[in-house]
């Protein structure tokens, strides 16, 4: 079982409670001094594309959309590979996913440790759809419990 993932602003203060700390921007944080962040990992390559990171600009109403196409991009390969290192490093200790943003809750770190948090199933299969995970009728990560109304759900 991953120990704990977190999510945090990477310009608030590291704490000692982070355990490993990993950037999962594509771009460095503006105005961040490399020594005050302490990163243990830059994990760009599970990053949004530049293109969706723009579309996004963590417009709350376009969240869920957002998390559709991230989704769909973490399923290449490269994205796969990353989240597999990250998988193992979150075995062994806590994780804190650091990103940019204010809106850490609608970030794509607030995605990833969704995904991290999943009990790991066939890793090994082609074609890892993360989009699964989803609920198809409201948009929430189902393990995590469906949204007010949703039919699923009952
Ligand atoms: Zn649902």
Not at 9 to 18: K, V
Not at 25 to 37: E, H, T
Request: net charge neutral; glycine share 6%; hydrophobic share 40%.
């Amino acid at each position: 079982m991953p120990s704990q993932i977190r999510v945090r602003r990477a310009y608030d203060p590291p704490s000692p409670d982070d355990g490993a700390r990993v950037l999962v921007d594509r771009l460095w944080p503006r105005g961040l001094r490399k020594d005050a962040a302490r990163l243990d990992e830059w994990a760009k390559a599970v990053a949004p594309s530049t293109e969706l990171r723009k579309w996004y600009g963590h417009d709350p109403a376009k969240f869920d959309e957002f998390r559709r196409r991230y989704l769909d991009e973490l399923s290449g390969s490269a994205q796969r590979a990353e989240l597999g290192k990250l998988r193992a490093l979150a075995a062994t200790r806590p994780v804190t996913l650091l990103t940019a943003t204010r809106a850490v809750d609608i970030s794509e770190a607030a995605v990833l440790a969704q995904i991290l948090r999943q009990p790991i199933e066939d890793e090994g299969g082609d074609a890892a759809c993360w989009a699964s995970l989803v609920c198809p009728e409201c948009g929430a990560i189902e393990s995590e419990g469906h949204r007010p109304g949703c039919p699923v759900a009952r």
